[in-house]
């Protein structure tokens, strides 16, 4: 089975643009979390949805969002790119809606650089 | 805000050798602890995780230990191997939603 994929691998922007981020969560898992790893940092959770419906943000500004579709793949958009959004963008599945307990499966991700 | 911290950024193990990485968490309500390892280039990959009512857990060649009462984890590798470098988290679930990350330990593996 593919694990969890993302598209695209790189991508460059200028600042004041906007992005759209895709993942495909493992066959079977309905819940699909994203995070933001600045390099040299541990990755930092941003959204999670399960079956559609958000359920939990972490501490990022309105610019960013998600949605979640029916076949339980997911984007992610940032509006209005700042210098400071450049990042890997980490994508992660699970089987249950709750991280608690349930190994959550990591995408290679989407190196965003902003100029 | 309460993070999740790692002691040493870089640990240089001859090979062969134990690899021992440090965590200190702050957030005392976490209850669910897991440790990651992400090579160049790939997304953090799941190693081994505990949970709060347990003190030890071991898996094949790594062993994670947690200390709740000074808010410490680590994680042991045995007899570390050239496939082990890597840079090492570890998260702890706070929530049911997200995981709260440290950030990273660089384990190096010297010949």
């Known amino acids: 089975d593919a694990g969890v994929t993302q598209s695209p691998t790189h991508l460059i922007k200028t600042r004041g643009q906007q992005v759209t981020l895709r993942c495909s969560p493992i066959?079977?898992?309905?819940?699909v979390s994203w995070y933001q790893q600045v390099l040299g940092q541990g990755p930092q959770f941003i959204f999670q949805?399960?079956?559609?419906?958000?359920?939990g943000r972490g501490n990022f500004p309105d610019r960013f969002s998600a949605r979640q579709f029916p076949n339980y793949s997911s984007e992610l958009n940032v509006n209005a790119l700042l210098l400071g959004d450049s990042a890997l963008y980490l994508c992660a599945s699970c089987v249950a809606g709750s991280v608690l307990y349930n190994e959550q499966f990591f995408g290679p991700g989407t190196r965003l650089t902003v100029l | 805000g309460e993070s999740v911290g790692l002691h040493l950024p870089t640990l240089s193990v001859q090979e062969g050798d134990n690899s021992i990485i440090n965590c200190a968490y702050s957030?005392?309500?976490?209850?669910?602890f897991i440790w990651y390892k992400q090579e160049s280039g790939k997304g953090p990959q799941f190693i081994i995780d505990?949970?709060?009512?347990?003190d030890k857990r071991q898996g094949q060649r790594v062993t994670v230990l947690l200390n709740k009462t000074v808010k410490h984890l680590s994680l042991q590798i045995a007899a570390t191997q050239p496939g082990d470098s890597a840079v090492y988290f570890c998260a702890e679930s706070p929530s049911t939603d997200g995981l709260t990350f440290g950030k990273g330990t660089h384990l190096i593996i010297q010949p």
């Open positions: 949805y399960y079956e559609k419906e958000e359920r």
């Open positions: 066959s079977g898992h309905k819940s």
């Open positions: 505990i949970r709060s009512n347990m």
């Open positions: 957030n005392s309500a976490s209850d669910y």
